[in-house]
């Protein structure tokens, strides 16, 4: 039996991309596939008092389970309510790649769907993308479409190579779609290995810096839709401290680079209303574990190492909320 996202206690995402525009921030999407990272979300966004887009992929859903990934969520608005946390919190699919898969997780309480049709040639990006945003308004549930290919991996997502959206193409495609809002391509990729180190330059401290995001792109996309709401993915800023704990700790990752935070706050500030991060809190969970376990080889608890690590990632998130995405104390 369908359900809506209204009785879970989730919103759409039209208020708080609205709010975000007004109020130059942006909304933090986080991904769960765990108890301990969904806690550490809702913790970190209920203190800094920030809208929350909970997010789940088509990874988490092979990993946990739709039904179970859904149920999780909706506790975890509860234990929010409970906690005095009156953030408003949505329920996102992320990377959707059908129809009837946003169609299954709109009737299961989903209250934003993602439709992700950027790989198709563009007329049928459209028409799927339209099909999609017309179920989903019966229920009053927001769509994210895409335009353009953000170059990495994330789950399932793959791609080669980026390929910049089309500002002349984004005003068509919000028209004849009728979508709520809108992934684009403007430099940033998904995964902890966003650049080659050739494609990068070096700063004092020999810390990789990637080529800047394309503001002029940002720019000429706003002027076509103004006050339409655009989505940033593949965000992270792979912080150097956690990569360097994880290779301290017997971690062997090679010249991971992010989009740097500064950049990011630079996009909040326009329409960008929604940023997604994921492998900066993959990172920071790695990182902790490693520490625990190296520190204490006698520990076999399984609390004893992801509770520090859904300590950290609270605190991660905090930190994005107040200096990166300008989120916290906007709920
Ligand atoms: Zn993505």
Same mark, same amino acid.
């Given at each position: 039996?369908?359900?809506?996202?209204?009785?879970?206690? %989730? $919103?759409?995402?039209?208020?708080?991309?609205?709010?975000?525009?007004?109020?130059? %921030?942006?909304?933090?999407?986080?991904?769960?596939?765990?108890?301990?990272?969904?806690?550490?979300?809702?913790?970190?966004?209920?203190?800094?008092?920030?809208?929350?887009?909970?997010?789940?992929?088509?990874?988490? /859903?092979?990993?946990?389970?739709?039904?179970?990934?859904?149920?999780?969520?909706?506790?975890? $608005?509860?234990?929010?309510? #409970?906690?005095?946390?009156?953030?408003?919190?949505?329920?996102?699919?992320?990377?959707?790649?059908?129809?009837?898969?946003?169609?299954?997780?709109?009737?299961?309480?989903?209250?934003?769907?993602?439709?992700?049709?950027?790989?198709?040639?563009?007329?049928?990006?459209?028409?799927?993308?339209?099909? $999609?945003?017309?179920?989903?308004?019966?229920?009053?549930?927001?769509?994210?479409?895409?335009?353009?290919?953000?170059?990495?991996?994330?789950?399932?997502?793959?791609?080669?190579?980026?390929?910049?959206?089309?500002?002349?193409?984004?005003?068509?495609?919000?028209?004849?779609?009728?979508?709520?809002?809108?992934?684009?391509?403007?430099?940033?990729?998904?995964?902890?290995?966003?650049?080659?180190?050739?494609?990068?330059?070096?700063?004092?401290?020999?810390?990789?810096?990637?080529?800047?995001?394309?503001? #002029?792109?940002?720019?000429?996309?706003?002027? /076509?839709?103004?006050? %339409?709401?655009?989505?940033?993915?593949?965000?992270?800023?792979?912080?150097?401290?956690?990569?360097?704990?994880?290779?301290?700790?017997?971690?062997?990752?090679?010249?991971?680079?992010?989009?740097?935070?500064?950049?990011? /706050?630079?996009?909040?500030?326009?329409?960008?209303?929604?940023?997604?991060?994921?492998?900066?809190?993959?990172?920071?969970?790695?990182?902790?574990?490693?520490?625990?376990?190296?520190?204490?080889?006698?520990? %076999?608890?399984?609390?004893?190492?992801?509770?520090?690590?859904?300590?950290?990632?609270?605190?991660?998130?905090?930190?994005?909320?107040?200096?990166?995405?300008?989120?916290?104390?906007?709920?």
């Amino acid at each position: 039996m369908a359900v809506s996202y209204k009785e879970l206690g %989730f $919103v759409n995402t039209k208020e708080m991309f609205s709010k975000a525009i007004n109020g130059n %921030f942006a909304v933090p999407a986080y991904n769960f596939n765990n108890m301990e990272q969904l806690q550490a979300i809702i913790d970190g966004c209920g203190e800094s008092n920030s809208p929350v887009i909970l997010q789940v992929s088509s990874g988490a /859903r092979k990993y946990a389970n739709q039904t179970m990934l859904r149920y999780m969520a909706e506790g975890a $608005v509860k234990m929010a309510r #409970d906690k005095g946390y009156y953030n408003p919190i949505a329920l996102n699919l992320d990377h959707g790649d059908s129809y009837d898969l946003c169609v299954s997780c709109i009737e299961s309480g989903f209250s934003n769907v993602m439709i992700d049709g950027s790989h198709l040639p563009y007329e049928e990006n459209i028409a799927l993308t339209a099909k $999609v945003v017309e179920y989903a308004h019966k229920h009053d549930v927001t769509v994210e479409g895409e335009l353009g290919v953000l170059a990495g991996i994330e789950d399932d997502v793959v791609a080669a190579k980026s390929i910049y959206t089309q500002p002349e193409e984004v005003e068509d495609f919000v028209k004849k779609t009728n979508v709520d809002s809108l992934a684009i391509s403007i430099g940033t990729s998904h995964g902890a290995y966003k650049f080659k180190p050739e494609q990068c330059t070096k700063d004092e401290k020999g810390v990789l810096v990637p080529p800047p995001l394309r503001f #002029d792109i940002l720019e000429e996309i706003e002027k /076509r839709i103004p006050g %339409f709401a655009i989505v940033l993915h593949g965000s992270s800023s792979v912080l150097p401290k956690y990569v360097d704990i994880i290779n301290d700790n017997g971690g062997a990752l090679k010249a991971a680079v992010g989009i740097p935070e500064e950049q990011l /706050r630079k996009a909040t500030k326009s329409s960008v209303c929604k940023v997604n991060i994921d492998s900066d809190g993959r990172l920071v969970v790695t990182a902790l574990i490693r520490q625990v376990l190296k520190q204490k080889p006698e520990e %076999f608890d399984p609390r004893k190492y992801l509770g520090p690590a859904r300590e950290e990632l609270k605190k991660l998130i905090i930190q994005k909320n107040e200096n990166v995405l300008g989120s916290a104390g906007k709920a």
